[in-house]
């Protein structure tokens, strides 16, 4: 394993605990604004001490509470892209870059190579405020690279941009993936940019890291509810078991059937907006009738938030389908939806 | 008239100047980087600000006088502090000190703290950082803190009073000097030295304003950051 990360740390009332390996792929924590991202990174970076635990790093141990090992920032060999870039700004393109390589190398040679890589030709001797910020991100990352890291880890690196430059920027990181030979972390609390960048998503609540999964798993079968919050499951309900393959959804007052066994701890069943089906007779099963209360317009699709009849007063439904799909219906006022059982996420 | 105490203020509050910018940056350097005592250290640094000169002075008087070891020591050696106008530089450094340590302190506090991150993760030492980050990303707020201690050296009275003295062509500095003006009766020498006092001190933060703006391009062009 290329890096393998086992730490606590507590501040006031707020515990970390992250645990997780990763190999040479690109890993990404996904967790809510809050919940440790950040401060799991900048423990691996040595910006930050955990109270306890062990870092290791391509079988160099960089943190090691029991053997008193905490070795310095400078000597870790983690490259750390700062959310805000962090580029030093008395300082021009070609000063940023170099301060990052190590004496032995020929600065001059490896400071043309990161400029000609990261497509900066021409803007050497310009000052960070010249740059426009997707040119930032790349000064920022040759900086980095020029350092030589064994570990490339990257702090929201999209957050508060807009959604042109955002995917840009998103293709830049795509390339550098492509050459970088070490493990890569990915923080980030947009499940859409995790799926498109990453292999394995470890997700992270209140400061733990929970399970670490295949992307693929993440969608089709969250595990705990906040996975399912997160990987953007919109309805949800409490629920308990009642048979080996049924269960009673408590906030939609309705017994549903699954595919898959249900677990005896089952807590939770949740359903994607766009699966469900429509029916036209309520009794058949996994069928809960709805009414109408709004219709949201989106660029690309309509929202229907439909109240479920059996059920308490501000209990919905969320519904998304395509607007040509809307239109066919007629724009009715009552709609009987099927959850099938296949698609049913039950949630421990 | 004897220009001689205008020269000998300029050349002390130049000097005192020099003095604590280099002793102050240091000292709020150290501070900053302390993870225990912080308070006790910052104000035993910021002290001499609060004492009133004379007892700064006194306190200096104890410590370079004939009967300390520190004062046998200098006059042994030939280089006696007490009535010269070195002892004026030491009042008027010390005095200005907490000043200039007071401003850098708080522009080195006031630093993108992922700047010094982003900094060690590259593998720059602590020298390294302080001097290509800290320093040249502080310079506006240093200034600012060299013009302060500039002008409360060049004012200063109580402790160099105490220590150098007031001896005419040699310890007597301008401060001193309208002092003696008007114990004497003599208005118009008085009158003419606050008109050169006040001249050169509002030249002088003029031209530190336009410099330390000159200096600070960068820093007020980044808040236009485009992001």
Redo the contacts between chains.
Sequence with gaps: MALSVNIEKRMGSFHLKSEFESGNETLAILGASGCGKSMTL?CI???ETPDKGRIELDGHVLFDSEKKINV?????????L?Q?Y?L????TVAQNIA??I?KSRDKVEVIKEKISAFYLNGLEKR????L??GQQQRVALA??LA?EPLLLMLDEPFS??DSFLKWQLELEIIKVRETFSGSMLFVSHNRDEVYRLCDRIAVMEDGKTQEVLCKRDLYTKPQSLSTALLSGCKNISKAYKTAEHTLFAQDWNKELISTKSVPDDVRYVGFRAHFFELSDKEESENVIACSVTRVIEDMFSIIVMAKVNNAGDEVFLRYELGKDKWRLLGEPKTLLLKLPADQLILMR | MDYSPLWLSLKVALLATIFTFILGILAAWLTVKLKRGKGIVDGLFTLPLVLPPTIVGFFLLVIFGKNSFIGEFLSEIGAPVVFTWVGAVIASTVVAFPLMYRTARGAFEQL?E??L?????????ERTLFL??ML??SIPSIMAGAVLAFARALGEFGATIMLAGNIPGRTQTVSVAIYTAVQAGNWDLAYRWMFIIVVISFVTILAMNAWTRYAAR??R??K????
Excluded: H, V
């Design positions: 900048k970076a040595g910006i310095p920032a400078r000597l870790r060999r983690t490259g750390y700062f805000d962090a030093f700004p008395n300082m301060c990052g190590s000052y960070p405020y010249q426009s910020g900086r980095i350092s508060a941009l | 993108d992922n700047l991150s982003a900094g060690r993760t590259l593998g720059m030492k290509k980050i040249p990303n960068f820093r062009e980044s236009r950051l485009w992001r």
